[in-house]
């Protein structure tokens, strides 16, 4: 079975631009989660879809975005670019999320790693 | 406020003793504490879960515990290899909340 998978995997721009990830999750899994992670914050969660409705949302200004596709896939988009946005973005697939009835373990793509100028 | 702590300092361990990890939490009521593996320019994987009502779980070399009165849960790798060096991360699943909140990982090198 594939893992999950980010595209793309390396990323410059600068500031003021927009960028979009891609995260493609494990076939059958229904959830996506995104995380940023920096060195001072470590891993912080952005947001989690399930079946393209969002259903969480952590601490991160408007600029943030994301969107869940009817086949699972997602991306998320970052609007603005600040050069504190420099970070790993990793997605992170599951069958049924974080829900806590039926827990599933969360497998995470490689990440994309953003550089912002 | 919430924190989630591991040692930022990084764990040297000589091949075969057994190393230990200690997270510590503040100020949440997690339902799930989970234990991840990094490695350098990979997302993490997961290794171990357990529950609020369990004390210790186990998985081949790996032993975890967790005490919510507390507030602590070690993690153990018993007779280490040079692959176990990585980073090792510990992760809060809360309660009405679809979340993880990650303690930002505690480095591990086994020396041969």
């Known amino acids: 079975k594939a893992g999950v998978t980010q595209t793309p995997r390396y990323l410059i721009k600068t500031r003021g631009q927009q960028v979009t990830l891609s995260c493609s999750p494990i076939s059958g899994h229904r959830s996506v989660s995104w995380y940023q992670q920096t060195p001072g914050q470590g891993l912080q969660f952005l947001f989690e879809?399930?079946?393209?409705?969002?259903?969480n949302k952590g601490n991160f200004p408007g600029r943030f975005s994301g969107r869940q596709f009817s086949n699972s896939r997602s991306e998320m988009n970052v609007s603005t670019l600040e050069l504190g946005d420099s970070a790993l973005y990793l997605c992170?697939?599951?069958?049924?999320?974080?829900?806590?009835?039926?827990?599933?373990?969360?497998?995470f793509g490689p990440g994309t790693r953003l550089t912002v100028l | 406020s919430q924190k989630i702590e591991q040692n930022s300092e990084a764990l040297n361990i000589q091949e075969g003793k057994t190393a230990t990890l200690t997270c510590n939490y503040t100020n949440y009521s997690p339902a799930y504490l989970q234990w991840y593996r990094q490695d350098p320019g990979r997302g993490p994987v997961f290794l171990l879960l357990?529950?609020?009502?369990?004390k210790e779980k186990r998985k081949e070399r790996l032993k975890v515990t967790f005490d919510t009165t507390l507030k602590q849960s070690l993690f153990h790798i018993t007779a280490s290899q040079p692959a176990d060096s990585a980073t090792y991360l510990c992760?809060?699943?809360?309660?009405?909340?679809?979340?993880?909140?990650f303690g930002k990982g505690n480095q591990v090198v086994v020396i041969p």
């Open positions: 992170a697939s599951s069958l049924f999320g974080l829900a806590l009835v039926s827990y599933n373990e969360q497998f």
């Open positions: 357990i529950r609020e009502n369990e």
């Open positions: 992760a809060l699943v809360l309660y009405g909340n679809n979340r993880l909140a």
């Open positions: 879809y399930f079946s393209e409705t969002q259903r």
